[in-house]
């Protein structure tokens, strides 16, 4: 496993622009399926999107798509999550996640950050 922290959370108005990052401990994050996932107050945690580790494909869920883009630095050991034209909606704490053995197809991850809090405000 991977230990996560996610930073860059915070307040941003409808319409607005912000970027999460999430870095890992360890040499091996390059072999790691990364991932965000956010949980919205009163709701289940959701997938929001992935990268695959070698192919750098990316997936979003649908109502994100256009808007959010997933990018990973491997030198760096990070991950990130740029917002753009964020909704009210998008209320949540975004969690980064790690996995290996098809984490990105099947959506299923075992490594997790705390979370950071992201607030839209209307």
């Known amino acids: 496993q991977v230990q996560l922290e996610e930073s860059g959370g915070g307040l941003v108005q409808a319409g607005g622009s912000l970027r999460l990052s999430c870095t890992a401990s360890?040499?091996?994050?390059?072999?790691?399926?990364m991932a965000w996932f956010r949980q919205a107050p009163g709701k289940e945690r959701e997938f929001v999107a992935a990268?695959?580790?070698?192919?750098?494909?990316?997936s979003y869920v649908d109502s994100v798509k256009g808007r959010f883009t997933i990018s990973r630095d491997n030198a760096k050991n990070a991950v990130y999550l740029q917002m753009n034209s964020v909704k009210p909606e998008a209320t949540a704490v975004y969690y980064c996640?790690?996995?290996?053995?098809?984490?990105?197809?099947?959506?299923?991850?075992?490594?997790w950050g705390q979370g950071t809090r992201v607030t839209v405000s209307s």
């Open positions: 996640a790690a996995g290996r053995s098809g984490s990105y197809f099947t959506r299923t991850f075992d490594s």
């Open positions: 360890g040499r091996t994050f390059s072999i790691y399926d």
């Open positions: 990268i695959h580790w070698r192919s750098g494909s990316t």
